[in-house]
């Protein structure tokens, strides 16, 4: 079984930063793309950046800029160094992974999130 675990959520000042890590467990060959989204309250869940396996990244246009994802594909971890937070970057924030197991199943895995919340 796969599991994602994400840490890092809290209460932060507009203008603040957090930084989000998240890491996955279980027999796992290798993971491609990881990621983060997010989902505030009545609305859709979103993505906020993606990293592939190779490095490569990609932002939501409300983060580029603020945001910096990374990953340690050998620890099998991805972060998100969130900075100059916003009111409306409040939500909960869920990571994401595409999964490849030996047995070359493909899994998308989520993590349970964790909760930002931006005070203005």
């Known amino acids: 079984q796969v599991q994602l675990v994400e840490s890092g959520g809290g209460l932060v000042q507009s203008g603040g930063s957090l930084r989000l890590s998240c890491a996955a467990s279980?027999?796992?060959?290798?993971?491609?793309?990881m990621g983060w989204y997010r989902q505030a309250p009545g609305k859709e869940r979103e993505l906020v950046a993606r990293?592939?396996?190779?490095?490569?990244?990609n932002y939501a246009d409300s983060v580029k800029g603020r945001f910096t994802v990374s990953r340690d594909s050998p620890k099998n971890t991805v972060s998100i160094q969130m900075d100059s937070l916003k009111p409306e970057d409040a939500a909960v924030y869920y990571c994401?992974?595409?999964?490849?197991?030996?047995?070359?199943?493909?899994?998308?895995?989520w993590g349970q999130g964790t909760l930002v919340t931006v005070s203005s």
């Open positions: 990293i592939t396996s190779s490095g490569s990244t």
């Open positions: 279980g027999i796992i060959f290798m993971i491609n793309d």
């Open positions: 994401n992974a595409a999964v490849i197991l030996y047995s070359g199943r493909h899994l998308e895995v």
